[in-house]
Antibody
Framework: EVQLVESGGDLIQPGGSLRLSCAASGFTVSSNYMSWVRQAPGKGLEWVSVIYSGGSTYYADSVKGRFTISRDNSKNTMYLQMNSLSAEDTAVYYC????????????????WGRGTLVTVSS | EIVLTQSPDFQSVTPKEKVTITCRASQSIGSSLHWYQQKPDQSPKLLIKYASQSFSGVPSRFSGSGSGTDFTLTINSLEAEDAATYYCHQSSSFPPTFGQGTNLEIK
């Protein structure tokens, strides 16, 4: 079955660090564009970061310099290392896959995980 | 950054009604506009890709149209299970952005 499963969400104090994982099954993470998208409680969707199949990485301005996206091909898993967390980072974090299209990706998110909740609070 | 503005923010409708949700982009994005449905406590699900192409397995009552800056999601003959928040998303320009969402309530 093709699916994504996030884990690692937790209650963390401001200024702390956390690493989220996104385990894929049914397809190869390294062959796809994979993103993190977050949703603050009661709010809309916000794109956070992407890792391309070629390994390039990009970030939203709101997390640049604090978050790092990566993947472990041997585990078919993507990660999001989050540092210097603040209350504004409180959200459900989803991983999402863009289907491949030619040498790039399709642009839309066809597959989403169920999300993992990160709560930043003292 | 391209801003997507959806209208309305909230709509209460009765079953079998026809619903139209609009998404306006702050600059032209061609057809790089996609629609998602999110039910409470669930992850978003893709409905429409590239403005008007239905995604696999999506009921035929969902359709999309538009190009450039103005886009529409239409739900024909609304069903109770369509109660959800709907989001548009653009992939024309970096960073990808989402509309603020339209909350659809079924009376």
């Amino acid at each position: 079955e093709v699916q994504l499963v996030e884990s690692g969400g937790d209650l963390i104090q401001p200024g702390g660090s956390l690493r989220l994982s996104c385990a894929a099954s049914g397809f190869t993470v390294s062959s796809n564009y994979m993103s993190w998208v977050r949703q603050a409680p009661g709010k809309g969707l916000e794109w956070v970061s992407v890792i391309y199949s070629g390994g390039s990485t990009y970030y939203a301005d709101s997390v640049k310099g604090r978050f790092t996206i990566s993947r472990d091909n041997s585990k078919n898993t993507m990660y999001l290392q989050m540092n210097s967390l603040s209350a504004e980072d409180t959200a459900v974090y989803y991983c999402a896959r863009e289907p491949p299209l030619g040498v790039g990706a399709a642009g839309y998110f066809a597959l989403w995980g169920r999300g993992t909740l990160v709560t930043v609070s003292s | 950054e391209i801003v997507l503005t959806q209208s309305p923010d909230f709509q209460s409708v009765t079953p079998k009604e026809k619903v139209t949700i609009t998404c306006r982009a702050s600059q032209s994005i061609g057809s790089s506009l996609h629609w998602y449905q999110q039910k409470p406590d669930q992850s978003p699900k893709l409905l429409i890709k590239y403005a008007s192409q239905s995604f696999s397995g999506v009921p035929s009552r969902f359709s999309g149209s538009g190009s450039g800056t103005d886009f529409t999601l239409t739900i024909n003959s609304l069903e109770a299970e369509d109660a959800a928040t709907y989001y548009c998303h653009q992939s024309s320009s970096f960073p990808p952005t989402f509309g603020q969402g339209t909350n659809l309530e079924i009376k």
